[in-house]
Structures are given as C-alpha cells and as structure tokens.
C-alpha cells in the first residue's frame, strides 16, 4: 500500500488565476498519474508524470494548461492554469503499487473557480 | 481509449439486501478493477479481477468478469448503511496496462 498526500484539499480561486496541487508519496514510484473529475463525472486521466522527463498528457490536455512537475520519486505538482469556471472539478493523483497496477489515490483538491 | 459504461447510474436498496452493479467495455483489458468513492473524495480500491478470472470474492464483495461479452458485475452482499457511496470500475488496457480507464460510475444509496 501507499500513503499519498495531496495538498489542498480544496480552494475557491478567481478566474484568470492558476493554482498548484502538490501530491507526496511515502515512497519510490515510478509513475504517478493525475486524474480530473468534473461535477457529477467519472475520471478522466490528464497525465502521467514521470520522474526525470516531461509528463505524457492524454488527449485533450496540454502542458501550457496543466503543467506538471516531478522532481523525485515521491513528490509531483500539478498547476491549473489561467483558470476557468470550467475546471472547477476534483483533482487526483494516484500512483500504481505492484504489477498489476492496482492504483491508490489521494484524497482529492476540490477546486471552485469563480 | 475510452471510458468504460456502468449500469445503473444510481441504485437505492434497504440496508440488508444485495445491490449490483455492471460494467462494460470496448477494449481488450488485463485486469478489471473496482473502486469506491465517498462524497466526492479519494477513491478506494476494492478489488481486482484478472482477465483470465471468472469470478473473485473479498468479504462481502463478489466479482465476475466475461471477457466474451467485455462486462463484470460487482456485487454487494447484505448492504449497510456505510456502502453510500460511487462505485467505479477501472480497466488496465491490455496495451497500456499502467493506465485506468475509468468507467462511468454508480452511485449507490442504502437506507437504513
């Protein structure tokens, strides 16, 4: 198992401005993945963060939008920039324990952009 | 890839009688996962079904798996008050295992 701590849990921000999301893990993991979730939705993978090279975005996210830092093995940001009302959603990362990619979760940043 | 399709979107049952809920998806997977989330917070897995498995038990919880017809079904058994929540299945594609892909989730009420 893992112990992800994702900081903050939640934050009301103005539109226009950008908010960064900090995810630690108690220890070494390769990849840690971002996820967002819009009001009432499912999951939707943004990016995966490696350590050492750029993040992997998936379709429909992109760097200037989502950047996202990975210095080490346990640490990973996500900023939301240039905010808008439509990306108030939760914000999760996770990171995948064992070979068969059982994934575990923070607890979510709740974000409200006004 | 693609988000996976859950049935129903929302299920109220009595404490104490079993609810079900379905998956189904497009792709070939590796494994089949379930998770929970409460009030919108950090998910918690569940339990994990490999694609050559048919059926899997953990407490309460009873998974099958088809691969012939891409579904799974999750089952709770003598449901408490404390199952509320969203239930969510996650597929490892078969050509990027390391990523979930997520299905569209039910949310289950149980009354007390």
């Known amino acids: 198992s893992a112990v992800i701590s994702q900081k903050p849990s939640r934050d009301i921000c103005q539109r226009g401005t950008s908010l960064t999301i900090q995810c630690q893990v108690d220890s070494q993991v390769t990849m840690m993945f971002w996820y967002r979730q819009q009001p009432g939705q499912s999951l939707t993978l943004i990016a995966t963060?490696?350590?050492?090279?750029?993040?992997?975005?998936e379709s429909g996210f992109v760097i200037d939008k989502f950047p996202i830092s990975r210095p080490n093995l346990t640490f990973s940001t996500l900023t939301v920039s240039n905010m808008s009302p439509e990306d108030s959603s939760i914000y999760l990362c996770?990171?995948?324990?064992?070979?068969?990619?059982?994934?575990?979760f923070g607890q979510g940043t709740r974000l409200t952009v006004v | 890839s693609q988000q996976g399709e859950e049935d129903p979107q929302a299920l109220s049952i009595q404490e104490g009688e079993n609810a079900t809920m379905n998956c189904s998806y497009k792709t070939s997977i590796n494994n089949l996962q379930w998770y929970r989330q409460n009030s919108g917070r950090g998910l918690v897995h569940l339990i994990l079904i490999r694609s050559n498995e048919r059926e899997k038990h953990s407490g309460r919880l009873r998974v099958t798996l088809d691969t012939s017809k891409k579904s799974s079904s999750l089952l709770i058994t003598a449901s408490r008050a404390a199952d509320t929540a969203s239930y969510f299945c996650a597929m490892s594609e078969r050509d990027s295992s390391y990523k979930l892909i997520f299905g569209s989730g039910t949310r289950l009420l149980v009354r007390p």
């Open positions: 963060a490696n350590q050492g090279s750029e993040a992997t975005y």
């Open positions: 996770s990171v995948p324990i064992d070979r068969e990619y059982e994934a575990f």
